[in-house]
């Protein structure tokens, strides 16, 4: 009798920690998301009538901030003027950006992207608007059609399509970068020049990228991991691209189909991608006829 009351016992003081490391873990896991909160992609809406110019908008030094290299830490860049108090926000998602502070984590951040950071003073409920670019890589949103002869994917640098080629042909300092550093895209069979991060999309397909036999919306999803001779200092960047396939363009869905072609117009322009959501990972589409 004694044997089951002292094994009655024990059981009861398992089950009482059992549900108090449960609680704990239970509270400290929402403490640790909300600390992490502050570096998260914003979810608030794109404001209808932003204002820029404004006296308090937030100065980041640069219209373009370039990652660097640092010792075991991220690197960080906080607004040179004072603004005062307030909320930060940006748009589209992917700037991590500090909301009490306009601190923004470089490093955590999406690169070649333009955003747009708002700053909403404490009394006040305006949105003042300041545009901020991280510098870096990014591809169009586009689809290649084989048929046209077209299987190159090219990046293009700093948010602008239009500007000249810091890698490769074209470039001014030829051999000066590289891509594919980690092997990542290598390893899925996807084929990126290790020079200047062009991607052949038909050696991507014909090395088996999608199997023996691709499927109509298949898709892979590779990182690309890269350095460039430019005011980023060889820092490690990276950039995460889907690629999908489909036998012709004409089987395309028609919604994926018109979204690639907003956010190519947007590019074009030298506008934000998206002011809701996030424009990455950008989207390639193989096709082999039209």
Not at 70 to 96: H, I, K, M, Q, R
Not at 145 to 157: A, G, I, M, R, T
Not at 204 to 210: E, N, P, R
Request: with cysteine.
């Amino acid at each position: 009798m004694k044997t089951e009351i002292y094994i009655f016992r024990f059981s009861l003081l398992l089950l009482i920690f059992a549900v108090i490391f449960s609680c704990r873990k239970s509270i400290e896991n929402p403490n640790q998301q909300q600390n992490n909160s502050t570096h998260s992609v914003q979810t608030i809406p794109y404001p209808e009538a932003p204002l820029k110019g404004c006296s308090y908008a937030p100065d980041y030094g640069d219209s373009i901030i370039y990652p660097q290299a640092t010792t075991g830490n991220d690197y960080f860049v906080s607004p040179v003027n004072s603004p005062g108090s307030g909320t930060y926000l940006s748009w589209p998602e992917g700037l991590a950006i500090n909301s009490s502070t306009g601190a923004i984590d470089v490093t955590q951040s999406d690169a070649g992207e333009r955003y747009d950071i708002g700053f909403v003073k404490n009394g006040t409920t305006d949105t003042c608007i300041t545009s901020l670019i991280i510098g870096g890589v990014s591809y169009m949103d586009s689809v290649y059609v084989f048929d046209n002869n077209e299987s190159q994917v090219y990046p293009y640098y700093d948010a602008n399509p239009y500007s000249p080629f810091v890698c490769g042909w074209g470039s001014t300092l030829p051999g000066s970068c590289k891509f594919d550093v980690t092997g990542s895209a290598n390893n899925m069979n996807v084929a990126v020049d290790q020079n200047n991060g062009w991607i052949d999309l038909q050696k991507t397909l014909s090395s088996g990228a999608f199997g023996p036999a691709p499927y109509d919306g298949e898709q892979i999803s590779t990182d690309i991991y890269y350095r460039l001779n430019n005011a980023s200092n060889m820092a490690l960047q990276h950039i995460q691209v889907n690629i999908l396939y489909y036998y012709s363009k004409s089987q395309i869905p028609s919604t994926l189909l018109n979204s690639l072609n907003t956010k190519l117009n947007n590019s074009l322009q030298n506008a934000l991608i998206v002011k809701s959501g996030s424009s990455r990972p950008p989207i390639i589409i193989i096709t082999r006829v039209n």
